[in-house]
Protein backbone atom coordinates (compact mmCIF):
# COMPACT_ATOMS: atom_id res chain seq x y z
CA UNK A 1 0.00 0.00 0.00
CA UNK A 2 1.04 3.26 -0.94
CA UNK A 3 0.51 7.26 0.51
CA UNK A 4 0.94 10.22 -1.17
CA UNK A 5 1.35 13.51 1.18
CA UNK A 6 -2.23 13.93 0.19
CA UNK A 7 -3.65 10.97 2.22
CA UNK A 8 -1.05 12.33 5.25
CA UNK A 9 -2.50 15.61 4.54
CA UNK A 10 -6.47 14.17 4.77
CA UNK A 11 -5.35 11.85 7.56
CA UNK A 12 -3.96 14.99 9.48
CA UNK A 13 -7.34 16.81 8.71
CA UNK A 14 -9.55 13.98 9.87
CA UNK A 15 -7.45 14.02 13.04
CA UNK A 16 -7.55 17.66 13.65
CA UNK A 17 -3.54 18.03 13.36
CA UNK A 18 -2.50 20.72 11.33
CA UNK A 19 0.89 19.79 9.29
CA UNK A 20 2.92 21.75 7.19
CA UNK A 21 4.03 20.32 3.76
CA UNK A 22 7.74 19.16 5.50
CA UNK A 23 5.88 17.58 8.33
CA UNK A 24 3.43 15.59 5.46
CA UNK A 25 6.51 14.61 3.76
CA UNK A 26 8.47 13.34 6.89
CA UNK A 27 5.31 11.35 8.17
CA UNK A 28 4.99 10.25 4.96
CA UNK A 29 8.59 8.24 5.17
CA UNK A 30 7.72 7.29 8.03
CA UNK A 31 4.77 5.46 7.22
CA UNK A 32 5.76 4.31 4.57
CA UNK A 33 8.26 2.20 6.24
CA UNK A 34 6.25 1.40 8.75
CA UNK A 35 3.44 -0.24 5.60
CA UNK A 36 7.06 -1.57 3.75
CA UNK A 37 7.75 -3.79 7.37
CA UNK A 38 4.33 -4.87 7.31
CA UNK A 39 3.98 -6.26 4.06
CA UNK A 40 7.34 -7.89 4.43
CA UNK A 41 5.91 -9.69 7.40
CA UNK A 42 2.94 -10.65 6.12
CA UNK A 43 4.88 -12.23 2.97
CA UNK A 44 6.30 -14.81 5.23
CA UNK A 45 4.88 -18.16 5.14
CA UNK A 46 3.28 -19.32 8.73
CA UNK A 47 1.62 -22.12 7.92
CA UNK A 48 1.71 -24.50 10.77
CA UNK A 49 2.70 -21.87 13.14
CA UNK A 50 0.48 -21.80 16.28
CA UNK A 51 -0.36 -18.35 17.62
CA UNK A 52 1.53 -17.25 21.13
CA UNK A 53 0.21 -15.04 23.26
CA UNK A 54 3.57 -14.23 24.30
CA UNK A 55 7.13 -14.63 23.27
CA UNK A 56 8.42 -16.20 25.45
CA UNK A 57 7.00 -19.59 27.13
CA UNK A 58 6.18 -18.36 30.88
CA UNK A 59 3.55 -19.32 33.56
CA UNK A 60 2.93 -16.34 36.38
CA UNK A 61 2.71 -17.72 39.79
CA UNK A 62 -0.25 -18.10 40.97
CA UNK A 63 -1.74 -17.40 45.12
CA UNK A 64 -4.73 -18.95 46.17
CA UNK A 65 -7.51 -17.68 45.82
CA UNK A 66 -8.58 -17.20 49.39
CA UNK A 67 -10.40 -14.52 51.79
CA UNK A 68 -7.36 -12.05 53.32
CA UNK A 69 -9.35 -9.93 54.81
CA UNK A 70 -12.22 -9.78 57.05
CA UNK A 71 -15.96 -8.46 55.58
CA UNK A 72 -16.12 -4.66 56.97
CA UNK A 73 -18.98 -3.46 54.43
CA UNK A 74 -21.03 -2.37 57.36
CA UNK A 75 -18.75 -0.60 59.19
CA UNK A 76 -18.17 1.43 56.00
CA UNK A 77 -21.57 2.01 54.99
CA UNK A 78 -22.01 3.49 58.84
CA UNK A 79 -19.87 5.97 57.59
CA UNK A 80 -21.14 6.75 53.72
CA UNK A 81 -23.38 10.11 53.79
CA UNK A 82 -25.89 8.53 52.10
CA UNK A 83 -27.52 4.18 52.31
CA UNK A 84 -29.86 2.41 50.58
CA UNK A 85 -30.52 -1.20 50.27
CA UNK A 86 -26.64 -1.96 50.84
CA UNK A 87 -26.00 0.61 48.13
CA UNK A 88 -23.97 4.15 48.15
CA UNK A 89 -25.71 6.72 46.71
CA UNK A 90 -24.63 9.83 45.11
CA UNK A 91 -25.54 13.18 43.88
CA UNK A 92 -26.91 12.69 39.96
CA UNK A 93 -24.12 13.96 37.83
CA UNK A 94 -25.44 13.72 34.40
CA UNK A 95 -29.16 15.61 33.48
Request: aromatic residues 2%.
Amino acid sequence: MSLTTDDVKRIAHLARIEVTEDEAQATLTKLSGILGLIEQMQAVDTTGIEPMSHSQDVTQRLREDAVTETNQRELFQSIAPAVENGLYLVPKVIE
